[in-house]
């Protein structure tokens, strides 16, 4: 069975700072990776994905995640926080049924970006 | 152009009553989802199409019905709505292939139950 867990519930950085935003996953098998991120009363954006290719993901918006099996985490970065990054993110990891994924979410992470 | 669509965003309604949400999507994927966000902001997935066929049912009450008219639709009809039912809920869509793919998201539909 596929899990993931967000280590941070809430993540306040000022703006201009890194953002580390942290996940580590269970898997059976090889797993693909997703970060997702909402804005408040939005649908969910795709950040990036990691499908077995190369271990650091690049995505929108300047970030990039690294899959690192031995210490079965997939962290989402980034160099320099801006306003419009408040968000909820998500770090999901697909689980497989039949030919159709589903994707497991983990329980969020509500990111604060302070002036 | 929007890639998935959902109407109502907003439904406000009576315990008891039945209440649908529909979701569209252009963008030729085969495979269609409903997700459900509670108040914690928690998504769980509710069901999954393929190519009109029903590919997931997790444990949902039977109260949800999910009906796919055509792969381009998937529609949630809820009977006898609970106060328990409020939440966001998400229609996604996605290709199928021969691993897991991205899933694109419709924008939600809050639902609250009085």
């Known amino acids: 069975a596929q899990s993931v867990t967000q280590l941070d519930s809430h993540v306040s950085v000022s703006e201009g700072t890194p953002v580390l935003l942290r996940c580590n996953y269970s898997?059976?098998?090889?797993?693909?990776l997703f970060w997702y991120v909402q804005h408040p009363n939005k649908g969910l954006q795709l950040l990036l994905k990691?499908?077995?290719?190369?271990?650091l993901v690049k995505g929108i918006n300047g970030f990039e995640a690294e899959f690192k099996k031995s210490e079965t985490s997939f962290h989402l970065t980034k160099p320099s926080a801006h306003m419009s990054d408040a968000a909820e993110y998500f770090c999901v990891v697909s689980g497989w049924s039949g030919n159709t994924g589903k994707l497991i979410f983990g329980q969020g992470t509500t990111l604060q970006v302070k002036p | 152009d929007t890639a998935v669509s959902q109407t109502p965003k907003y439904l406000v309604t009576q315990m008891g009553n039945d209440k649908s949400i529909k979701c569209e999507q252009n963008l030729g994927h085969d495979t269609m989802y409903w997700y459900k966000q509670d108040s914690k902001k928690f998504l769980k997935i509710m069901f999954s199409?393929?190519?009109?066929?029903?590919?997931i049912n997790e444990t949902v009450p039977n109260r949800f019905s999910p009906k796919s008219p055509d792969k381009a639709h998937l529609n949630l009809h809820i009977n006898s709505l609970e106060l328990g039912d409020s939440a966001v809920y998400f229609c996604?869509?996605?290709?199928?292939?021969?691993?897991?793919?991205?899933?694109?998201f419709g924008p939600g539909t809050r639902l609250t139950v009085l």
């Open positions: 898997s059976s098998y090889s797993p693909s």
């Open positions: 199409y393929n190519n009109k066929e029903l590919i």
């Open positions: 996604a869509s996605s290709q199928a292939g021969t691993g897991p793919t991205e899933q694109f």
């Open positions: 990691y499908t077995s290719a190369a271990t």
